[in-house]
């Protein structure tokens, strides 16, 4: 009777979310104002196909536009301007034009009409917002800045000296502007593997930024390219990015005091201008999904080698930026290279242009100067994700001991694996949604098989699992600590949402930033995650080690566990370390030392496992059970972790409210960034909530009616209601004691007064 009331609830509930928007007024938002705009664009030409036809005017709409409020109607108002120029048959039509010349049209009527009328109804800082990259005018299709046109050159060639103006000195001649191109184009030929670049690399970018944002991240990349290699050109961005996720300044770049400002602003919706160089190399990285904005070459100081141009001083290799009548010659000249390079079929292609053409001489002039090794010329920002991913590993199964649907942990792998593909936490990209809301870089989440030891047992859990994947940068062997949090609060989050018993995270540290001796891991590839026997296997293989065992969806960690060696090296009567451990663990299993305790006695008595120790068992016994367990080889790697542990807190029981504590607790940390994931775990909460009853009224598997009305608060009100709801001491809401199984009803009156959480 609970869950069929429950579920009535939810169904009530689900009606008012879904209940037509005309019926309440429409919230400022970014979705109502794009539906608002959208229909406007599609009324208007359907009045315009009218018009056409009949030759009358016509005032009718095909799609409702429910009336907006406040700015939104300011913004909607000043925004139809635009939607009635890309409409406007006694313009655009009337001149029958090209693509371009329409550009032109609505980029003017934008930014001589429009953008002042945005500007008087919402300022200019809500007008950069809605302009900046996933803003309202990027949604339509609308042009919100005017590009900022590439320098032209006013004459060709100096009348005196025929020297071409803009190009390297002593062109001065036909014959030695071809023998220019020439050369520039044996550049092209030896790095043509490279000729993709851009293309991968805006794949990369759209990949990885949150939906919407993906020309916010270009325009980082952009900015942090200067003077930068690829690698660390990325490590600065995700710096940036996560420093402005955690509510922090930014302040990243090779060259910070004139780039912090722009990525700022990049990522506050706006759209700067950063150099001849910079700008267009931003643009470029969007070709796959604005290919529009993609048309100028990048010109920089390999260009510049490879057309030629001499350094500042005698025998020095070219190494400053272009002036204006440069970039205007360089940019004629690859117009010619890439129609040059298409007549020739050059490379068995003919689809060259600026970008591809400049790609490949990039690489080339730099294998020919030794900078570069063929193998590594083509390295994108793809290449180098891997490095400056972390691991959020987690499961949705909840843990035992937590009174959540204690019968799912023993149903088939295939039944819990449904469990979790009814509510997930992928956007539309297959990113997390936890990290692509608070505005961090993202892989898209992989499966993987997890498991894990409750104290409260003692049994190995193995379930399905899911790995995030959000970017973090490191320095010097750790996480940069702001990093740091921002994992610790996304999966303390999630667990919590999830009635996790733990929620946890870990990084690989680049071999280039430790010592051997910090390397206690061990990393093993694999090229598909293990099955759940498997998994098994190498989870009891690790425990028996000093391990536990991580499946990361493309290989197995095994990371220290101090707690588990000791209690290994107690088993060995050899071990130098066999007596200490002894005796700990006899502390340990009196009570007179607790697990914290122990462990902290263990690693301080110079017995527990070093990298260099542990190097030498993965040549001998280690190593050997390794391979023989999983097929492959093990690699020493240090490993930062984190760790919020949840069992306790749910253990306490129903009404405790000691989960709800701790979920606040770690929310706390970083109130910028919790605050951005909070819709993220709103949306969980409420696909958990139709899960669970779903689940329970299938198979009657129990549920915590406070755990269940706690995603209801969550889903509905929110954290601050869930907050309201906490502080106050709320008990059980009438309206869920009212739908209560006769037994809760039942029960004393100490036991209904216990409260929520």
């Known amino acids: 009777m609970f869950l069929h009331n429950m579920a009535r609830l939810e169904e009530e509930r689900r009606k008012r979310r879904n209940a037509p928007v005309a019926e309440a007024p429409i919230a400022n938002t970014m979705e109502s104002l794009a539906h608002d705009t959208v229909a406007g664009m599609i009324n208007e030409g359907h009045r315009f196909g009218q018009k056409l036809i009949t030759g009358a005017d016509y005032q009718g709409d095909l799609i409702d536009r429910p009336p907006l409020q406040g700015d939104a109607k300011k913004i909607s108002d000043a925004v139809s301007k635009a939607t009635m120029a890309l409409m406007n048959y006694k313009g655009i039509m009337d001149m029958s034009p090209s693509a371009a010349e329409a550009t032109d049209f609505v980029v003017k009527n934008y930014t001589e009409t429009v953008r002042p009328s945005l500007i008087d109804a919402i300022g200019e800082a809500g007008t950069n917002h809605i302009e900046g990259a996933g803003g309202l005018l990027a949604m339509v299709g609308i042009p919100g800045r005017v590009p900022t046109p590439r320098p032209t050159r006013a004459k060709k060639r100096v009348g005196t000296t025929g020297q071409y103006v803009g190009a390297p000195p002593g062109i001065d001649s036909p014959q030695k502007l071809a023998a220019m191109r020439k050369r520039y184009i044996k550049d092209v030929m030896l790095g043509l593997q490279s000729r993709d670049w851009y293309t991968k690399g805006s794949e990369f970018t759209d990949r990885v930024a949150p939906p919407g944002r993906s020309q916010q991240v270009a325009n980082v990349e952009g900015i942090t390219s200067q003077g930068t290699a690829v690698d660390p050109n990325l490590g600065h961005t995700v710096k940036g990015i996560n420093q402005r996720a955690a509510g922090l300044p930014v302040n990243t770049g090779r060259f910070p005091n004139n780039q912090n400002a722009l990525i700022e602003e990049s990522l506050d919706g706006g759209s700067p201008f950063f150099g001849n160089k910079r700008t267009p190399y931003a643009q470029n990285l969007s070709v796959t999904w604005n290919p529009a904005m993609a048309k100028s070459?990048?010109?920089?100081?390999?260009?510049g080698r490879s057309f030629g141009y001499p350094g500042d001083k005698p025998g020095k290799?070219?190494?400053?930026?272009?002036s204006d009548t440069e970039h205007a010659f360089l940019d004629e000249q690859m117009a010619l290279i890439a129609e040059q390079l298409n007549k020739q079929k050059a490379g068995g292609f003919d689809d060259w242009d600026a970008l591809n053409t400049q790609a490949a001489a990039w690489t080339g002039a730099r294998i020919r100067a030794g900078e570069v090794t063929p193998d590594e010329s083509s390295l994108g920002y793809g290449d180098y994700s891997e490095k400056y991913q972390a691991a959020g590993t987690y499961e949705q199964t909840p843990g035992a001991g937590t009174g959540q649907m204690p019968?799912?942990?023993d149903a088939p792998f295939d039944e819990r694996q449904a469990f979790d593909d009814a509510a997930t936490w992928e956007n539309t990209k297959g990113q997390d949604s936890i990290y692509s809301e608070g505005g961090m870089l993202a892989e898209p989440t992989e499966s993987m098989v997890g498991a894990y030891t409750p104290t409260n047992t003692g049994v190995l859990e193995i379930n399905p699992g899911r790995v995030a994947r959000p970017l973090v940068q490191?320095?010097?062997g750790v996480i940069n600590v702001s990093d740091g949090v921002l994992?610790?609060?996304?999966?303390?989050?999630?667990a919590y949402v999830d009635v996790q018993n733990a929620g946890a995270w870990h990084k690989i540290i680049p071999n280039s930033q430790t010592k051997a001796g910090d390397r206690t891991s061990v990393n093993i590839p694999l090229n598909e995650s293990p099955n759940e026997s498997m998994m098994r296997d190498i989870s009891q293989m690790a425990e028996e080690e000093g391990f536990f065992a991580v499946d990361t969806g493309r290989g197995v960690n095994l990371i220290p566990d101090s707690f588990l060696y000791m209690k290994r090296e107690a088993k060995n009567p050899n071990s130098k370390?066999?007596?200490?451990?002894?005796e700990l663990q006899a502390k340990?299993?009196?009570g007179e030392m607790n697990w914290g305790q122990v462990t902290e006695a263990w690693e301080n008595s110079g017995f527990d496992r070093t990298g260099k120790s542990l190097g030498k068992e993965l040549k001998t016994d280690?190593?050997?059970r390794i391979n023989n367990v999983t097929g492959s080889g093990g690699a020493r790697v240090k490993i930062q972790t984190g760790y919020e542990d949840y069992e306790s807190a749910w253990a306490a029981g129903e009404g405790s409210r000691k989960a709800t504590e701790q979920f606040f607790e770690n929310a706390e940390r970083n109130e910028a960034f919790f605050k951005s994931i909070e819709p993220a775990l709103r949306q969980k909460a409420r696909a958990n909530l139709a899960r669970d009853i779903d689940r329970a009224e299938r198979t009657g598997d129990a549920v915590r009616p406070d755990i269940m009305e706690r995603n209801r608060i969550l889903a509905d009100e929110g954290y601050p209601g869930l907050k309201r709801a906490f502080e106050s001491g709320a008990l059980l809401p009438a309206a869920i004691l009212a739908v209560l199984s006769p037994a809760l009803l039942s029960s004393s009156d100490d036991d209904q007064s216990k409260e929520t959480f």
């Open 474 to 476: 490191q320095k010097d």
């Open 577 to 582: 370390g066999n007596k200490v451990a002894l």
């Open 317 to 322: 290799p070219f190494d400053r930026g272009f």
């Open 588 to 590: 340990y299993e009196s």
């Open 622 to 624: 280690l190593g050997s």
């Open 487 to 494: 994992l610790d609060v996304a999966e303390s989050s999630r």
């Open 297 to 303: 070459p990048v010109h920089d100081i390999w260009q």
């Open 407 to 409: 019968a799912l942990i």
